[in-house]
């Protein structure tokens, strides 16, 4: 076989020659003529858009090189584009108090009992929808990548905004604003979480305070535009203007560019199509610390995102029409930027799954602080209320994807932060509208406020079961692999054993 081989190669009866010295041995002849066949096929590959890293096709008993993460380079500028993001959707969203009071004046009637729980609704759909997509936000970034996925989200969510800009009634606000434009905001919103595990690993809490920290800068600014815009444009040119931060947005996703190395996809017979298991990822529900963690956090949500949609009113009831509504969410901003940069940072120094009572923590507090609401009878007091719940909200919103990464890994990551967030839809869907509704029925928000104080300390309490849960898991694990261990060497010395024997007998025949 080997000689013929040789000799077509040798007289030229093929259509491709490959010129090999002379000299060489015919195995190497044979192999040099393979790898110019691989590489015309390599050739005829065509590579994903969406992605510069190849994919890894993993061959028997190959060595898996492992990854080494950049920690910055072109990861800086993904961490600016994830950071406008973060600033953009949310700076929008932590706003809507102000949009809320224009709503009422623009949409509403003095007659309507339930004007504030109608109106609510508005908001409260939009935050909701914003995790309600996020399972399947994170299908899609598992399958077309983080770069598609957050452009055509932006893409929508620009849509849904403009939209809203030309509506004149509450009820189809609630499509274009609560549901168009916060699924595309959705969409957008989640790669920018996934895409920094592709570029950061030892920096990833503090890049994570910094991408949070957008937000932040957002929260603190917006108020005053938009009052500004509300008062000379009015609303539905005010959206108009927010329709260029969404722009901006769609234009920052073109920078995700992933890192980590993609398993390959194909099928035997060649095909694309993922499998089932990749679509549906059920590994991160075998972890009980993450299912403690997906069902701990929404309980301790209910009433968090109620002072963002209501505080603006109850202030304006309490201490009158002229007080400076706008500065509470300016401190709520300042210090929750500051708390994601400080808490981000410090997350990278708290080791493994502790970093849960970093949230456990922030619940507490956030719980109490919204309590104080209603006992607060001078701004000041207020004030300082709104600066300890800011510090802690940045706490609980920067550590969420480092956690993440610790109890299900980097692989499931996407998956595991998707359906948390959708998980978290409920609370901050339902949370305002009952605060909005309660309001109405009892002429006062201080009974919503207090409610709203009691699910962050209970969701937290629970929140504490989480790192007894991974130290007991890990002491299983090393016991199941040193008994893994033991049985192995046993198995080696039962059959040196054999062995042996086996040597001394047909030593004895031969004797």
Known sequence: MTEGGNHVAEEGDTAVKYEVPAGVPAEEKRSEEEDA??????????????SRVAEQAAAPGAAEVEFVHPEGGWGWVVMLAAMWCNGSVFGIQNAFGILFLSLLREFGSEEDADLRFKTAWVGSLSMGMIFFCSPIVSVFTDILGCRVTAVGGAAVGLVGLLASSFVTSLGPLYFTYGIVFACGCSFAYQPSLVILGHYFKK???????????????????????????????????????????????????????????????KTRTGRRCPPLSQIFNLNIWKSLGYRIWAFGIPAALYGYFVPYVHLMKHVEERFGPDASKEVLLMCIGITSGVGRLIFGRAADYVDGVNKVYLQVTSFFVIGLMSMMIPLCNIFGGLIAVC????LFDGCFISIMAPIAFELVGADDVSQAIGFLLG?????????????????????????????????????????????WVEARRKRREKEEALTK???????????EKSQEAAQSRSGESVL
């Open 485 to 495: 261990d033991q049985g192995v060497t046993e198995k080696m010395m039962e059959h």
């Open 203 to 265: 920096r990833l809490g503090l890049v994570n305070g910094i991408v949070t920290a957008g937000s932040s800068v957002f929260t603190i600014t917006l108020p005053f535009a938009l009052s500004h815009l509300l008062e000379k444009v009015g609303l539905h040119n005010t959206m108009r203007v927010l329709c260029i931060l969404m722009f901006v947005l769609m234009l920052a996703g073109f920078t995700y560019t992933p890192q980590l190395p993609v398993k390959s996809s």
């Open 387 to 390: 600066l300890l719940m800011g």
């Open 37 to 50: 066949e691989e590489e015309d096929g390599e050739e005829e590959k065509k590579v994903n858009g969406d």
């Open 423 to 467: 998980l978290m839809s409920v609370p901050m869907t339902v949370g305002p509208p009952i605060a909005g509704f309660l309001r109405d029925r009892l002429g006062s928000y201080d009974e919503a406020f207090y409610l709203a104080g009691i699910p962050p300390i209970v969701g937290g309490a629970l929140l504490c079961l989480i790192p």
